[in-house]
């Protein structure tokens, strides 16, 4: 089998794995970053959304072998401390239900806010509505990510 760099989380790793082993499950496997979630595996459910180069997509969708020139980020990379205003911001919330879909959720709250610093009702469900959440959270998500956006404005763009 090939080996691959990839950069995730800030560090460049080394892999072995067949060229269309999807990005999931070498985060999950080889890297031991269980944080990404598999839901569906079929790019549907959002579970296993990461950052590519700063944007939100679905780790089941890429396959390793073509990941190698790419920087990606994972829950696990998304602050060092957990802090990210996202995070703290579905802490407050008391977002999680079950928690199964929330890292996925924060990743693609995190991108949103990136683009776009206050996000409308509307736009906030456009992009979390691609997401399943089978508690049913997404009242919750709305206002965090309305929380997270108000906390830290000086770091996004309008
Ligand atoms: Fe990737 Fe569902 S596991 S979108
Ligand atoms: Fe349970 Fe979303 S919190 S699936």
Request: aromatic share 4%; glycine share 8%; net charge negative.
């Amino acid at each position: 089998m090939p080996q691959y760099s990839l950069h995730i989380n800030g560090k460049l790793q080394k892999v072995i794995a067949e060229p269309d082993t999807p990005l999931l499950w070498v985060l999950r496997d080889e890297l031991g970053l269980c944080g990404t979630k598999y839901g569906c595996g079929v790019g549907v459910c959002g579970a296993c959304t990461i950052h590519e180069n700063g944007a939100a997509v679905r780790a089941c969708q890429i396959a390793v072998s073509s990941a190698a020139d790419k920087r990606f980020t994972t829950i696990e990379g998304l602050s060092s401390t957990g802090e990210h205003a996202c995070q703290a911001a579905w802490v407050d919330q008391d977002v999680a239900q079950c928690g199964f879909c929330q890292a996925g959720m924060i990743m693609e709250a995190a991108a949103l806010l990136e683009g776009r610093a206050h996000p409308s009702d509307q736009e906030i469900d456009e992009v979390m509505s691609q997401h399943v959440c089978r508690c049913g959270a997404y009242q919750r998500i709305r206002k965090a990510i309305h929380l997270a956006a108000n906390a830290a404005p000086e770091k996004k763009s309008t």
